[in-house]
Each structure stands twice: as C-alpha cells, then as structure tokens.
C-alpha cells in the first residue's frame, strides 16, 4: 500500500472531541460526520483536504472517547493515512479494525511541515517527504494486525474466517 | 513467568497458561456492551458480518443514556435502532428510558459484572469495571459488532503500573482526587496502552465507589484498563448483586511493572484539573479566583449516591450563589430513588439545584447543560477538552462533588473546607 498526499499537521492530544464533537453524534451518516471533522480546532479543515492527503501529529493523537465516528469523519474527509508521535490506544485498535492506516513515527513528524508532499510505502515501512527529499523508516506492524488491516479491517477478516 | 493481575485474567479467557506483555491473543468476553451512540454504527457493522444472532443474549448489553432520553429526531433515531436490534435478537440486558441509568454506574449496581470478568464496551469509560477486579476496557464500535458475533476480541497483552495505596483519605477528599493527583503527576498519556493496578493496604480505606471513579478515568491516562486487587469489600459489594461463582485473581509477588508508584491517601488534597487536558492539576494552595457560571454533579465518574450524599453534606442550609446553574444528575434510577427517600433531593431543590433524569448529557456536551462562549463550569465528569460541555471558548474544570457543590455555593472555584468552616 502506497499514500500520496499533502501535510496537514496538527499538535498532541489531539482528541475525539475535536476530531467530531459530540454534538454530531446523533447521526451515523458518514459525508454528515465527515463535513464537520476537525471543526473545533481547525475550521479550515473540510475546505483544504483534498483525497488522499496524509494527516500528521504529536503524542497521544485520539485521546478521549472510543468513537469510532472519528476515524469514519477522518476516512471519508479524505485523508489516506495519519501519522502521530503516538496514538491513543483505542483510536490504535479502532483504525486497525475500519482499515483506516495510521504510522508511528517521531523523525517523520519531525521532518514533515504542512503542506510537505508526503509519500508513503506501508508495506516496506518507508516515509518519504517528497518536498525535502527526506525519508524516515518506521516499525511495521506485527504480523497478526498486518493480517487484519490486508483483510480491510476486523469485519472482513471475520468473514474470511481468519477470527472464529 | 510470573503475571500482573489483567495479565492472569487475560491468559484464563484466552485459554493459555501464561501470557506476556506485547502477546497477541484472541479472549473470549462475559459482557459486549454499547450505548445509544456507539451501538447503531456496531449494529451497522454486526449486518454487514452476515451473523444472524448474537453469540449470547444475555451478555449482549445495551444502555439508552447518552442522549437518552431523546434529545432530538436524530437522537430518537438512534435509539430506536438499538430497540429494534435489542428486540429482533432478544437481548436480555437491554436498558431504555425507565430502566437505564449511566451505563458504568449502572452495570455495576446490576450486579452485571463480577471479579475475573472481561468485559468491552463501546465507551472509552468501560475501564471502570477494573474497580471490581474484573478486566473492562473501551473499545470501538467495531469490536463491539465482532464481539456480539463472535464473543471474542484480540488484544495486545498489556504491561502494567503499579499503585501502592497506602493510609486513609481526609474529610472532604474522595476518589476523584486521587485519580486527579495521578494523572496531574503521570500525564494523559502516561499510562498509554497499559494497565494501571492498585494494590495496598490503602485500597481497603477506599470504598467501593471511590474505586469505581478511579477506575473510571484511567483512560485519561491514556490506560488499557484501572484494576484494583478484590478484597471483602469487592466481595461483599459483588455477592449483593449477583450469584455468579468468581475466582480471585492476584498479581504474582513478582510480577514485572514497568513502574511502581507509592501513593500516601493521606497526602492527597482536593484536586482540579484546569482546561483544556484532565493533567492540569491545581490543588487550592495554586487557585486563585475563578469564577464560574454553571457546575454539573454526575456523569459514570461521579454521579452515584455516595457523590450525591457528599455534596448535599455542602449543599444543606445554603444556597447556589446567584448567576450559577447547578445541575445534579443521579446516575441511575435506583440512586435517584435513594436520593429522593434520604431526602438529598430536598436538600438541592431547596440550595437551588435542579435534579435531572439519570443522562450523560452534559458531559460531553450534548444537552442539558451546555456552555456558552465565555462560560466555565465546574464539573464532577471526566474530561475537560475544548469544546467538550459546549462552544469552543468555554472552560470545564474537574473535581471531586464536594469542590463541585462548594463551588456552587460560592460562585467560584471553592475548596469545601473553606465554604464548610
């Protein structure tokens, strides 16, 4: 699997709360969601994410609540990946599930500005800002969640059988 | 090898011996549960599976208290597609309007959930179970569509911290402080992707309910789950409310953590967290005057019967200071019957309270008791994000009841030993 994209960055603790407040919650209806996505700390957002583009923040990104209407608004805004410092832990699992991709990794937050042409190449690990012409290797998954994000997320790898 | 006690848990519903932190493995759930929120996008998931009944009706819950009772069209949606869900596959544990309270108080008071239990939820406060010495985590709606298929979730074996709670707590001082102290000293991602366990004589000065809002925010320190090791009081409490045979799982003596903390209760003043992160802890030595506009006593962290009776200690013969709102919500129905019979909501009505059905509401800014631009509130819920009881440019500040129904009276940020003296 291979992203292409531009930046749009943000700082830590990033929250579901922000991601898609609350009182969006009362609708399931993805395009819904995703027309408010990032509202409350970036009213820009849904004007300037162009499909495909690579979200990029700090430590503990999706802190807060288990809503999974974040990674949905997040998903169909879009963007094709996030890459954070850290993840909270039930955004981690939940974008494992939904197949929404996601990297740890410090230089690349490091190394990538908004607005930086970003690339990156999931399979071998590999982040490239096609801007500066860095690259930044990361960690890939184990082989378990690798299995379930190639099946296209938890519901796919129960219907392949792969969970009984 | 020897095991922390989530890992013992884990490795019995996982059918191993033992398990290490960083292991995966599939475990099999005693409970799926979910709410009016996160239900009808696990619902959407659980058809698109292909299953054609959930795997237990019986463990299969569901609570109605978000935006229960219905506060819009939407929300009446929502709901109606979890009571036909709820119907159609004769769930058992299916709690609406009349029934429902806060799903983390009220699972609990059900006797729904026991020591050794694994429990999910789709709520990111399903981690207060832990109080009871069962493993309960949040997760999404996803994994709650694929646990009411299959009963069964993967996890990542957690590592763990360690909390020696030792001594007693001081008047006025509850569990909402010490989860305060913690995470002000850790930071909201200083427990990410572990188990935060608490052991120590300490434990037993804590009651039950003190457990329950630990507990209930160790997410807030970004943890998997908040265990507490069982003892007489947990035994005493679960066998109340449920028949159920339980084993006792305790953490080898030498159990690996990845750090231990040593916690004197006595030590632990009267905590809050200041905006916009649930680590900005003040204590009143470091808060100056801060005045408020509105203060809300309730939510799963704060709003059983013990929080009730500890603010209305504050609240009989005063009054809310003029300008303030003050919003009590009973967690559930029972602890509003009991209210109501040991005359606490006398006590509010008449301080100038008003007392709500058992919702979530406020609590993350849904309705009753949302916040204007420019407006602070103080409240005994368990997050203070931006925009998290209303605009963006409002403030939540966390507390324990009894800072909240002092701060209510006084119109500012109070320390009740102050308003009580």
Same mark, same amino acid.
């Given at each position: 699997m291979i992203f292409n994209g531009k930046?749009?960055?943000?700082?830590?603790?990033?929250?579901?709360?922000?991601?898609?407040?609350?009182?969006?919650?009362?609708?399931?209806?993805?395009k819904e969601l995703a027309s408010h996505c990032?509202?409350?700390?970036?009213?820009?957002?849904?004007?300037?994410?162009?499909?495909?583009?690579?979200?990029?923040?700090?430590y503990n990104f999706g802190c807060g609540s288990s809503r999974e209407h974040a990674h949905i608004a997040i998903k169909e805004s879009g963007i094709s990946l996030v890459i954070a410092r850290s993840f909270a832990r039930i955004f981690y699992r939940n974008s494992i599930n939904i197949g929404l991709a996601i990297l740890e990794c410090d230089e690349a937050v490091d190394g990538i500005s908004e607005g930086d042409k970003v690339e990156a190449d999931l399979d071998n690990g590999i982040i490239y800002n096609r801007t500066t012409g860095a690259s930044f290797k990361t960690q890939p998954f184990p082989a378990f969640i690798q299995q379930i994000i190639t099946n296209g997320g938890l519901v796919s790898s129960i219907q392949k059988g792969d969970i009984k | 090898m020897s095991m922390t006690m989530t890992q013992k848990i884990l490795a019995a519903h996982a059918g191993l011996e033992k398990v290490e932190a960083g292991q995966l493995i599939?475990?099999?759930?005693?409970?799926?549960?979910?709410?009016?929120?996160?239900?009808?996008?696990?619902?959407?998931?659980?058809?698109?599976?292909?299953? %054609?009944? +959930?795997?237990?009706? #019986?463990?299969?819950?569901?609570?109605?208290?978000?935006? /229960?009772?219905? @506060?819009?069209?939407? !929300?009446?949606?929502q709901c109606k597609m979890c009571r036909d869900f709820c119907d159609k596959h004769e769930v058992t544990h299916f709690y609406d309007v009349g029934q429902m309270g806060i799903e983390h108080a009220l699972l609990p008071e059900k006797g729904l959930v026991v020591p050794g239990d694994v429990v999910i939820g789709a709520d990111s406060h399903?981690?207060?179970?832990?109080?009871?010495?069962?493993?309960? %985590?949040? +997760?999404?709606?996803? #994994?709650?569509?694929?646990?009411?298929?299959?009963?069964? /979730?993967?996890? @990542?074996?957690?590592? !763990?911290?360690?909390?020696?709670?030792?001594?007693k707590l001081n008047k006025y001082v509850s569990g909402k402080d010490v989860i305060l102290h913690i995470i002000g000293k850790i930071g909201v991602d200083g427990a990410l992707y572990k188990s935060m366990e608490f052991t120590g004589e300490g434990v037993q000065s804590l009651t039950i309910f003190d457990r329950l809002t630990i507990s209930n925010m160790a997410i807030e320190a970004g943890a998997k789950n908040g265990i507490f090791e069982v003892d007489e009081q947990t035994i005493a409490y679960?066998?109340?409310?449920?028949?159920?045979?339980?084993?006792i799982y305790k953490a080898d003596e030498d159990a690996a953590y990845d750090e231990t903390y040593e916690i004197d209760l006595s030590e632990i003043k009267s905590t809050v967290a200041f905006p916009h992160?649930?680590?900005?802890?003040?204590?009143?030595?470091?808060?100056?005057?801060?005045?408020?506009?509105?203060?809300?006593?309730?939510?799963?962290?704060n709003g059983h019967y013990k929080d009730l009776a500890e603010a209305a200690e504050i609240f009989k013969g005063k009054k809310v200071a003029k300008r303030v709102r003050a919003i009590?919500?009973?967690?559930?129905?029972?602890?509003?019957?009991?209210?109501?019979?040991?005359?606490?909501?006398?006590?509010?009505?008449?301080?100038?309270?008003?007392?709500?059905?058992?919702?979530?509401?406020?609590?993350?800014?849904?309705?009753?008791?949302?916040?204007?631009?420019?407006?602070?509130?103080?409240?005994?819920?368990?997050?203070?994000?931006?925009?998290?009881?209303g605009h963006v440019d409002s403030e939540v500040y966390l507390a324990s009841p009894a800072v909240a129904a002092a701060s209510a009276i006084a119109g500012k940020i109070a320390d009740p030993v102050e308003v009580m003296k």
């Open positions: 930046a749009i960055k943000y700082g830590d603790n990033v929250d579901t709360d922000v991601i898609i407040p609350a009182r969006y919650l009362n609708t399931i209806d993805k990032m509202e409350d700390i970036d009213k820009n957002f849904v004007n300037k994410v162009q499909e495909g583009d690579i979200m990029v923040a700090g | 599939l475990v099999d759930l005693d409970r799926v549960l979910g709410n009016d929120i996160t239900s009808p996008v696990a619902i959407r998931e659980f058809e698109k599976i292909g299953a %054609t009944s +959930v795997y237990d009706k #019986d463990k299969v819950t569901m609570v109605m208290d978000h935006f /229960a009772p219905n @506060k819009d069209i939407k !929300a009446a949606t399903t981690c207060t179970y832990g109080a009871l010495g069962a493993f309960s %985590t949040g +997760v999404g709606s996803t #994994d709650m569509a694929c646990g009411m298929a299959t009963g069964k /979730a993967w996890f @990542k074996v957690p590592s !763990a911290i360690k909390f020696v709670l030792k001594g679960v066998k109340e409310r449920s028949d159920r045979d339980f084993p992160l649930p680590e900005n802890t003040k204590t009143f030595d470091e808060i100056g005057d801060v005045k408020i506009d509105q203060v809300v006593i309730g939510s799963c962290t009590i919500i009973p967690a559930t129905q029972d602890i509003y019957m009991k209210a109501m019979e040991n005359g606490l909501l006398k006590i509010f009505i008449e301080a100038g309270c008003i007392v709500s059905t058992p919702t979530c509401g406020p609590c993350l800014g849904g309705y009753m008791g949302i916040l204007a631009a420019g407006e602070r509130a103080v409240a005994t819920t368990n997050r203070n994000f931006v925009g998290r009881m």
